[in-house]
């Protein structure tokens, strides 16, 4: 190849930085070790040690595919055959697979107990951060935000914060979802959010517009130009 090293290398941490989706093919070989090793420590400075890496080895046939974290990413189980695929800050694991949200509006009803959440914020009558006077506090965990006790985007159909379906019921669960909780969450979504919302129905008219906010505050995108 008669590309330089510092130029691939240049290129592929605008992409990580950029948290597109990137593909290696070819990665290494019996000879041509350093690319891989350049292209590891790019992943583990730009994202973590505990990013997500798709292994597909078309030595196989079928291909064998395989997730492994980049920490565990060691040159035995990659060869010249393999393509690596590297997910971006909102992929997650779903049976054996990798998954990146591409996110679509999921339409349903506003819930009472959220109609009337949403009321209060819009009154201004929803405290900021910790509710402690709260009869249920912690519903979580100690220390989280209640500011959204109620979910503004539900059911958002993104399992890369912790929801998922409930199988064969089509109900979105979002008992794991603690995002919504965290202290920087809440400090990119709520003045947004509170220039997004006039009325609680617009948790339904402007759902495109809230979950492009979510999609922002996950990415650490400016969540006031969406």
């Known amino acids: 190849i008669l590309t330089p090293l510092s130029e691939i290398e240049k290129k592929l941490k605008y992409a990580l930085e950029a948290n597109l989706i990137v ?3 070819n990665p290494i070989s019996k000879t041509r070790k ?7 420590q790019c992943v583990i400075d730009i994202k973590s040690e505990d990013a997500l890496i798709g292994i597909v080895d078309s030595t196989y046939e079928p291909a064998k595919e395989t997730i492994v974290k980049v920490k565990d990413l060691t040159e035995d189980i990659v060869n010249m055959s393999c393509t690596l695929i ?3 800050d909102i992929t997650y694991i779903q049976e054996g697979k990798l998954i990146t949200p591409r996110g679509y509006v999921i339409r349903s009803q506003i819930h009472p107990l959220s109609q009337n959440h949403y009321e209060k914020f819009l009154n201004g009558e929803i405290p900021h951060g910790p509710n402690r006077e709260c009869e249920y506090y912690p519903c979580h965990y100690d220390g989280q935000y209640c500011d959204f006790c109620y979910c503004p985007f539900y059911p958002c159909g993104d399992s890369s914060t912790g929801g998922e379906w409930i199988k064969g019921k089509n109900v979105w669960n979002c008992k794991e979802c603690m995002w919504l909780h965290e202290k920087d969450s809440v400090e990119c979504l709520r003045e947004p959010l509170e220039n997004i919302l006039e009325d609680v129905e617009d948790l339904k008219s402007k759902k495109k517009t809230l979950l492009k906010l979510r999609r922002a505050c996950l990415l650490k995108n400016n969540p006031n130009d969406l």
Request: hydrophobic share 40%.
């Open 86 to 88: 590297v997910g971006n």
């Open 34 to 40: 350093e690319p891989f090793r350049r292209f590891k």
């Open 23 to 25: 593909a290696i093919y």
